[in-house]
Structures are given as structure tokens and as C-alpha cells.
């Protein structure tokens, strides 16, 4: 089969021929048809050995069920959060698969793991949130557009720090770019780091939780002396890094994109025999919201592809 694997400590030029995955226990064989890319993956291409299939996210169709009778029957249609995404073909683990509803493209689909079930554990973690204010700090980001729109899902009020709001688009929620001048949250998904996560921890109140959950802005938080100190209820950060047992919220994902209740964001798509240009459109900025990889781009049994 054909993959995007590290090369040289780097993105390769096109997909290269590697040997077919092997099914161990408990592992479905899944034919990807689209995979979507995470900042991180790109940042991080380095820390991975030569040869590794690149890529966490993907969406197609099982070619084989598990032989232990667990996840989807073969032929099913599938979104996985598992390693090795960025290939023709992928064993994966079923507790790392869900089906995905009829009607949902699987480009959509593919979008949705990392951004997805960091938005909905990081959410979920803060406790309730029913007329609750939680602020979303890099709400224009992939991660960002799917937490703005689970946390309004669940009842708060959404305050969403942008740094462009014409950029942005309309996210559906209360839009800053700047947080002081910000009332007082109960709840904050932190994507951003840096200065943002210590202006955001100041907005903080007595018993509320902040999940810092990635770094964007690329800067270090430098917390004046006290400024953790406070009397009363403890305000908490948490780090944030879940990615256990997905099937169960990749299901409740895919389940609210059916219902028209979750737009998944795709936010461009390209055929992965050119990945530098897809890179560059990221590391540009030119990307708003999940840049997707398509494994054939004149596959028709997807009606995702027709937009090609
Ligand atoms: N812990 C986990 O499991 C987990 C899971 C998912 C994501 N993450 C992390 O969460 C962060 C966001 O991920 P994503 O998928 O949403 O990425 P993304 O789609 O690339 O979005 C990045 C966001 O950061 C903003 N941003 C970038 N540089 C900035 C700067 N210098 N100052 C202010 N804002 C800046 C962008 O604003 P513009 O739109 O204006 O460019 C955008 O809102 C990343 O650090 C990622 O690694 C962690």
C-alpha cells in the first residue's frame, strides 16, 4: 500500500510504497478514504522515527472486522483516532472506531477526532455547564470552533477570543479579541498558552477550572509572584491529554453531525500526493478550520468528493 511516512525527519515529498498492515487481536483493517491533519503532527514530524505512517485522524470503510467479533462488521463506513492514519490502509484498533451515520461525508467525519474529543473531554472536565460562562481561547481554530459550538450545545454562554473577527466568521458566541475587559468565567478551554493562558486564569472565578489544553501561541505564561494565590474556593488549571477508549464520543461526534447540530469544519481539502502544498496553506495561515487529506480524489462513492 501507499502511505506519507517520516522522511529524513520530514514530511515527504508524495506517498511512498510500504508493506500492508497486519490485523492483531482486537484490530479491524480499515480502507481510508480521507485523513485530516492536527498543527501538532506537522510540528512535531521530528520527534517521529523514520518511516513512521504519519497522522492520527481518518475516516473510511472496514475491509476486514476484527477476528475477535468486536467494532464494525466489514463494509461498514468508520471514524478512527488511532496512529497511522495517513495511508492507504490502516489496522486499527475497534476501540478506537466508531460507524459513521449515513449522510455524513466522511471528509466531515475525518475532521472530527483530535479537534473533536479535545473539545468534548476538555468541556466535559470543567463539569457542568448549564448556564455557565466558559470562555474558548483560540476560538477561530479548529479545536476552538468545535468547543464554541458543544459548550452553547450544553447551555453556557460563550465568550470566544479570536485574534481577527473578520477572519473568524460568525462563531455564534460572544467574540473578543482581547480579554481584559472580560467578565469573570466559571470555565476555560486554553489553546493558546502564553500570555493568553495568564490573562485567562486572572478571569478565573472562585471554583471554576481551566483546562489548558494546547499551546498555539507558541509563547511562555510568566505568572507575576501571587498571582495563584487565592483566598476561598480554589480555582483550578488542568492539563489536558485524553485520548483514551475514543469510540464511545467519536460516535456522539458523528452522531451530532448527522443531526445537523455540529458543523465539523472542514476548512480545505487536498490530494495527498502533493503534501507540501497542503503543509504550506497551514503553516501560511491560509487554512480555517480542519485541512483534510483525500487518499483518492476521484473516488466517487463518497459524496464528499463531488465538491472536488
Ligand atoms: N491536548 C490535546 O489533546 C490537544 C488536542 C487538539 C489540539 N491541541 C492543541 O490546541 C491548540 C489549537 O489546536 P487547533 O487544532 O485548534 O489548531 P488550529 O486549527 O491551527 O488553530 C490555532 C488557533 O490558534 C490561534 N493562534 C495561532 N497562533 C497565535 C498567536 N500567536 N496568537 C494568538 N492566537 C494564535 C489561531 O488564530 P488565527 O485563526 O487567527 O490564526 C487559531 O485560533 C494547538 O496548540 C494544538 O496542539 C491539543
Known amino acids: 500500500m501507499r ?8 514530511l515527504p515529498a508524495a506517498p511512498v510504497t510500504v508493506p500492508d498492515p497486519e490485523p492483531g487481536p482486537g484490530q479491524a483493517l480499515v480502507e481510508i478514504h480521507h485523513a485530516s ?3 501538532s503532527e506537522l510540528r512535531h514530524i521530528g520527534h517521529f522515527p523514520d518511516g513512521a505512517v504519519l497522522g492520527y485522524d481518518s475516516a473510511g470503510v472496514v475491509l476486514r472486522a476484527a ?19 495517513w495511508a492507504e490502509r490502516a489496522a486499527f484498533p475497534t476501540d478506537a472506531l466508531a460507524v ?18 479535545a473539545a468534548l473531554r476538555s468541556l466535559r472536565a470543567t463539569g457542568p455547564l448549564l448556564g455557565r460562562r466558559v470562555l474558548v ?7 476552538g470552533r468545535l468547543a464554541v459550538q458543544l459548550a452553547r450545545r450544553a447551555g453556557a454562554h460563550v465568550i470566544a477570543q479570536v485574534r481577527d473577527p473578520a477572519r473568524a466568521g460568525d462563531l455564534g458566541a460572544e467574540t473578543v479579541t482581547d480579554l481584559d475587559g472580560v467578565e469573570p468565567v466559571d470555565a476555560v478551554i486554553e489553546l493558546l498558552g502564553g500570555p493568553y493562558l495568564v490573562a485567562a486564569w486572572r ?9 489548558s489544553v494546547g499551546w498555539a501561541a507558541g509563547e511562555p505564561a510568566v505568572f507575576v509572584p501571587n498571582s495563584t494565590f487565592v483566598l476561598g474556593e480554589a480555582r483550578t488549571i488542568s492539563s489536558f491529554g485524553d485520548a483514551a477508549a475514543p469510540a464511545a464520543d467519536l460516535a456522539y461526534l ?18 495527498w500526493e502533493r503534501p507540501g502544498e497542503m503543509a504550506a496553506a497551514i503553516r501560511d495561515g491560509k487554512v480555517r478550520g480542519k485541512a483534510i487529506i483525500d487518499m483518492d480524489p476521484t473516488r466517487t462513492d463518497d459524496p464528499a468528493n463531488n465538491q472536488l
Do not use: C, K, Y
Open 254 to 271: 458523528v452522531e451530532l453531525v448527522a443531526r445537523g447540530e455540529l458543523s465539523a469544519g472542514v476548512g480545505g481539502r487536498w490530494s
Open 3 to 10: 502511505a506519507l511516512i517520516v522522511s529524513g525527519g520530514a
Open 67 to 85: 477476528e475477535d467479533g468486536t467494532g464494525p462488521a466489514a463494509g461498514a463506513r468508520v471514524v478512527a483516532f488511532a496512529a497511522g492514519a
Open 137 to 143: 481561547t483560540g476560538a477561530s481554530g479548529a479545536t
Open 37 to 39: 491533519v492536527n498543527p
Open 100 to 117: 459513521v451515520p449515513d449522510g455524513v461525508h466522511l471528509a466531515d467525519a475525518a475532521a472530527l477526532p483530535m479537534a473533536g474529543l
Open 203 to 211: 478571569l478565573l472565578r472562585p471554583g471554576g477550572n481551566l483546562q
